[in-house]
């Protein structure tokens, strides 16, 4: 479906004759958008928009988000009822190709993921090259990147066959490498995959299981862990999925631009904010710390921020945070945990956050990084892993988005512009005359 035209917006240079009409598009949900696209031509005028807050730069038909009402929809499904009823590979069959599976189809699309599970042997060296202490999205970085040298079969992005594996191979590989990623830098074997088990389960079984001892999967952490890889899988044209579309629109491999957006999404105003949440936690020690460090955020010389707090889009509740809040606790009562200390001081945080002026007047509420730290600690998961945890979710929003891009006759390189504020042209001044 693209989208329709609803209109027109007449644009007028202030204090000139200069002025240009342009055409107002319509999607199937949220605002009209104005296309600018003939603007330069008419006007002469660029736009401007740091941080694009306002501008539209793809037509998708994935992800939608009503960051006023707190809605979150995939292909048109709300992400509570996602999350409630389905499991991560019917999200990933969904976001990939528009509709639910029947039960013919999910279970081909099963077995195409876990045709691909394995990693080329020679791939397994590639994590002897890094220091014991990297940090595993640094793993993740140069292993995803690295695939492209060992798919050579599936680069030619113009072939719809090749796009398709490449896409089976990125989702049921990046398992794996995570979890590989982990056991190295614990000192621990890699385990191979085990297409026995679910996606989810199988992953908690390769980053949690050792070949000394059997493997006991436990049903309700594999679940909250499929939920939280469904809650992560596609967010429309966030950072790091823009870095993807960005990236791709070069025409480059898959492999490499889904290693650029991994790399985007380590930054803590992204995905490295469910770290940073952890790590927030513990540098405050304790409840009564809480007011002093709100005061430090509210005050803007500190560029303290409340990690977990706040949304580019939502201007409500984050609807994952909301599920996730749930799962928190469900996870926590399986384990028997009845006084986690940083769940305690979460909740406190969350509850003095969303009575202060500061945080109600920007509309600032907890996100999907709030809770998910918590959840993942009190899975064993330790704090480094919690972002490339999101990248495993991810892949396939990344993915789908990439595959989309590619598929749309009217995609051409992005290429943003800029207002220059530099010098004026000048002369080049030999160093001997130099004052
Ligand atoms: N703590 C304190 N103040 C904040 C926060 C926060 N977490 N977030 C925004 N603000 C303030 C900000 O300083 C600004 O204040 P003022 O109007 O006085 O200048 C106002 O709220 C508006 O914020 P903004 O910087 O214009 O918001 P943004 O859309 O540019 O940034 C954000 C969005 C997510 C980067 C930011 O809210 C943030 O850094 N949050 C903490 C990091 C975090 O939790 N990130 C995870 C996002 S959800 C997962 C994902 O999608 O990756």
Not at 62 to 86: C, F, H, K, W
Not at 333 to 346: H, N, S, V, Y
Not at 355 to 368: E, M, T
Not at 408 to 413: F, G, Y
Request: hydrophobic share 40%.
């Amino acid at each position: 479906m693209t989208s329709k035209a609803t209109g027109s917006i007449t644009v007028t240079v202030e204090g000139s004759n200069k002025s240009t009409t342009l055409p107002l598009l319509g999607g199937t949900l949220g605002p009209q958008v104005a296309d600018i696209r003939k603007l330069y031509g008419d006007l002469g005028i660029f736009t401007y928009d740091p941080g694009y807050g306002a501008t539209a730069s793809c037509e998708s038909t994935i992800t939608y988000i009503d960051g006023d009402e707190g809605v979150l929809l995939y292909r048109g499904y709300p992400i509570e009822q996602l999350a409630e009823n389905s499991d991560f590979l019917e999200v990933c069959y969904l976001l990939l190709n528009g509709e639910l599976p029947t039960n013919g189809e999910y279970k081909a699309f099963h077995k195409g993921v876990t045709y691909h599970t394995m990693l080329h042997e020679q791939l397994r060296r590639f994590y002897d090259g890094f220091r014991r202490d990297a940090h595993p999205m640094a793993i993740m970085c140069g292993v995803v990147g690295a695939m492209a040298a060992f798919y050579h079969d599936n680069l030619d992005i113009n072939d719809a066959e090749q796009r398709r594996i490449a896409a089976f191979r990125l989702i049921a590989k990046v398992p794996t490498i995570a979890a590989w990623a982990y056991k190295y830098s614990i000192g621990q074997p890699f385990l191979y995959p085990r297409n026995d088990l679910g996606y989810a389960e199988n992953f908690l079984y390769m980053l949690n299981g050792v070949p000394a001892e059997e493997y006991v999967n436990n049903p309700i952490l594999s679940r909250a862990m499929d939920r939280i890889l469904i809650l992560h899988a596609d967010h429309e044209q966030n950072a790091s999925t823009s870095t993807v579309r960005l990236a791709g629109s070069t025409g480059a491999n898959p492999f490499a631009c889904i290693a650029a957006g991994i790399a985007a999404l380590w930054g803590p105003a992204h995905g490295g904010a469910n770290e940073a949440v952890l790590k927030m936690l513990a540098e405050i020690g304790s409840p009564e710390n809480i007011p002093q460090f709100i005061s430090e955020v509210k005050d803007k010389n500190s560029h303290t921020k409340l990690m977990g707090f706040g949304h580019r889009v939502y201007k409500n509740f984050d609807p994952r945070a909301k599920i996730m809040k749930e799962t928190c606790h469900e996870v926590l009562a399986e384990l028997g945990i009845k006084d986690e200390p940083l769940l305690d001081m979460a909740m406190e945080m969350e509850r003095i956050a969303l009575s202060d002026d500061y945080f109600i007047q920007r509309k600032l509420y907890p996100n999907v990084d709030f809770y998910s730290g918590i959840i993942l600690k009190a899975m064993g998961i330790p704090t480094s892993m919690f972002t490339v945890l999101f990248a495993v979710a991810r892949t396939v929003g990344w993915v789908s988005q990439w595959k989309e891009l590619i598929e749309d006759p009217s995609q051409r390189i992005g290429r943003p512009r800029q207002i220059y504020t530099g010098a004026a042209a000048r002369d080049f001044v030999p160093v001997d005359k130099r004052g």
